[in-house]
């Protein structure tokens, strides 16, 4: 059984910077890729970047690239999404997953078995 926890969350002006993060327990969490995505409300929830096992591959969502940044810690049981330069528009919760029967990134959100509680980002204009 694999148990996500997210934080970090919190009220920010726009342009300003905050750190998720992404621990999650279990035997094996450090070979599973890790998802964050997010939900605005009223919105559809939305992929925000996925990173593999080592770290080495990262993939983002396209309102996020050049902004965000998803990483690994070393001992690989944390995510770290490092997030820079936010707009009002990237206002939501943000949920952290993990993908337990695949070795690969994804961006779907079906690919991933199990999710966090979420964690809100407020971003003021």
């Known amino acids: 059984q694999v148990h996500v926890v997210e934080s970090g969350g919190g009220l920010v002006q726009a342009g300003g910077s905050l750190r998720l993060s992404c621990a999650a327990s279990g035997p094996t969490f450090s070979n599973y890729p890790m998802g964050w995505f997010r939900q605005a409300p009223g919105k559809e929830r939305e992929f925000v970047a996925s990173i593999e096992w080592s770290g080495s591959i990262v993939i983002y969502g396209d309102s996020v690239k050049g902004r965000f940044t998803l990483t690994r810690g070393n001992a690989r049981n944390t995510v770290y999404l490092q997030m820079n330069s936010l707009k009002p528009e990237d206002t939501a919760l943000y949920y952290c997953?993990?993908?337990?029967?695949?070795?690969?990134?994804?961006?779907?959100?079906?690919?991933?078995?199990?999710w966090g509680q979420g964690t809100q980002v407020t971003v003021s204009s």
């Open positions: 997953a993990a993908r337990r029967y695949s070795d690969y990134v994804s961006p779907r959100l079906d690919d991933y078995d199990e």
